[in-house]
């Protein structure tokens, strides 16, 4: 049973721009804060910016001011997109709750490089 799909990703220059998306099941999206993480190579999967169910949004500082989250309650949506991206911003990309989570779904590759 498919909970979280990511989409979105691919190979971009650096500078450029991609924007990310996320389906996600009821149960997890409502009434609760939903979040992009990333795991790049032989680093520890981060939390890069999350947005709680009122639209409050918080991000690393890695990506601050680069990056913008936001969601669509009504189709239980979350997205991302990204700016002027950067080659250290090469990782796998998933989303899924801060607090309440389900399983991890494939998630979408994003690869920065000129």
């Known amino acids: 049973q498919v909970r979280l799909v990511e989409s979105g990703g691919g190979l971009v220059h650096p500078g450029g721009s991609l924007r990310l998306s996320c389906a996600a099941s009821?149960?997890?999206?409502?009434?609760?804060?939903m979040g992009w993480y990333r795991q790049a190579p032989g680093k520890q999967r981060e939390l890069v910016a999350h947005?709680?169910?009122?639209?409050?949004?918080n991000y690393a500082d890695s990506v601050k001011g680069r990056f913008t989250i936001s969601r669509d309650n009504a189709k239980n949506a979350v997205y991302l997109q990204m700016n002027s991206l950067k080659p250290e911003d090469t990782a796998v990309y998933y989303c899924?709750?801060?607090?309440?989570?389900?399983?991890w779904g494939q998630g979408t590759q994003v690869t920065v490089s000129s």
């Open positions: 899924n709750g801060v607090f309440v989570q389900g399983a």
């Open positions: 009821g149960s997890i999206f409502s009434m609760n804060a």
């Open positions: 947005i709680t169910s009122g639209g409050i949004t």
